[in-house]
């Protein structure tokens, strides 16, 4: 069975900081992304990393503020936020997929909401 678990979502003071994660099994995948829905609004794509040589890509809203990593041994994949302000404010979710070049996702997670108080 594969699944992406999310965790680490929760309430946040505006300026501070918060780390997520997306544990993942039942299959390997290519990348690992993280995407943002905020209320009202479109899901949205954040960033995403390559499981074999950690590259990353971002989108230009989240760059510098934003961090994905991973850990090769617990399967997991990270999101660092820093600086974080009320537009923040939503669910995060992680996805995986077979292919780097494709913008395609094969598997999603449950999400974790974050809100961040102003």
């Known amino acids: 069975q594969v699944q992406l678990v999310e965790s680490g979502g929760g309430l946040v003071q505006a300026g501070g900081s918060l780390r997520l994660s997306c544990a993942t099994s039942?299959?390997?995948?290519?990348?690992l992304g993280w995407f943002r829905q905020a209320p009202g609004k479109e899901r949205e794509f954040v960033g995403r990393?390559?499981?074999?040589?950690?590259?990353?890509i971002y989108a230009d809203s989240f760059k510098g503020r934003f961090t994905i990593s991973r850990d090769t041994a617990k399967n997991t994949v990270y999101l660092q936020m820093n600086s974080l302000n009320a537009e923040d404010t939503g669910v995060y979710y992680c996805?995986?997929?077979?292919?780097?070049?494709?913008?395609?996702?094969?598997?999603w997670g449950q999400g974790t909401q974050v809100t961040v108080s102003s």
């Open positions: 039942g299959r390997w995948f290519s990348k």
């Open positions: 996805a995986g997929g077979s292919s780097w070049s494709s913008t395609s996702w094969d598997y």
């Open positions: 990393i390559k499981w074999t040589s950690g590259d990353t």
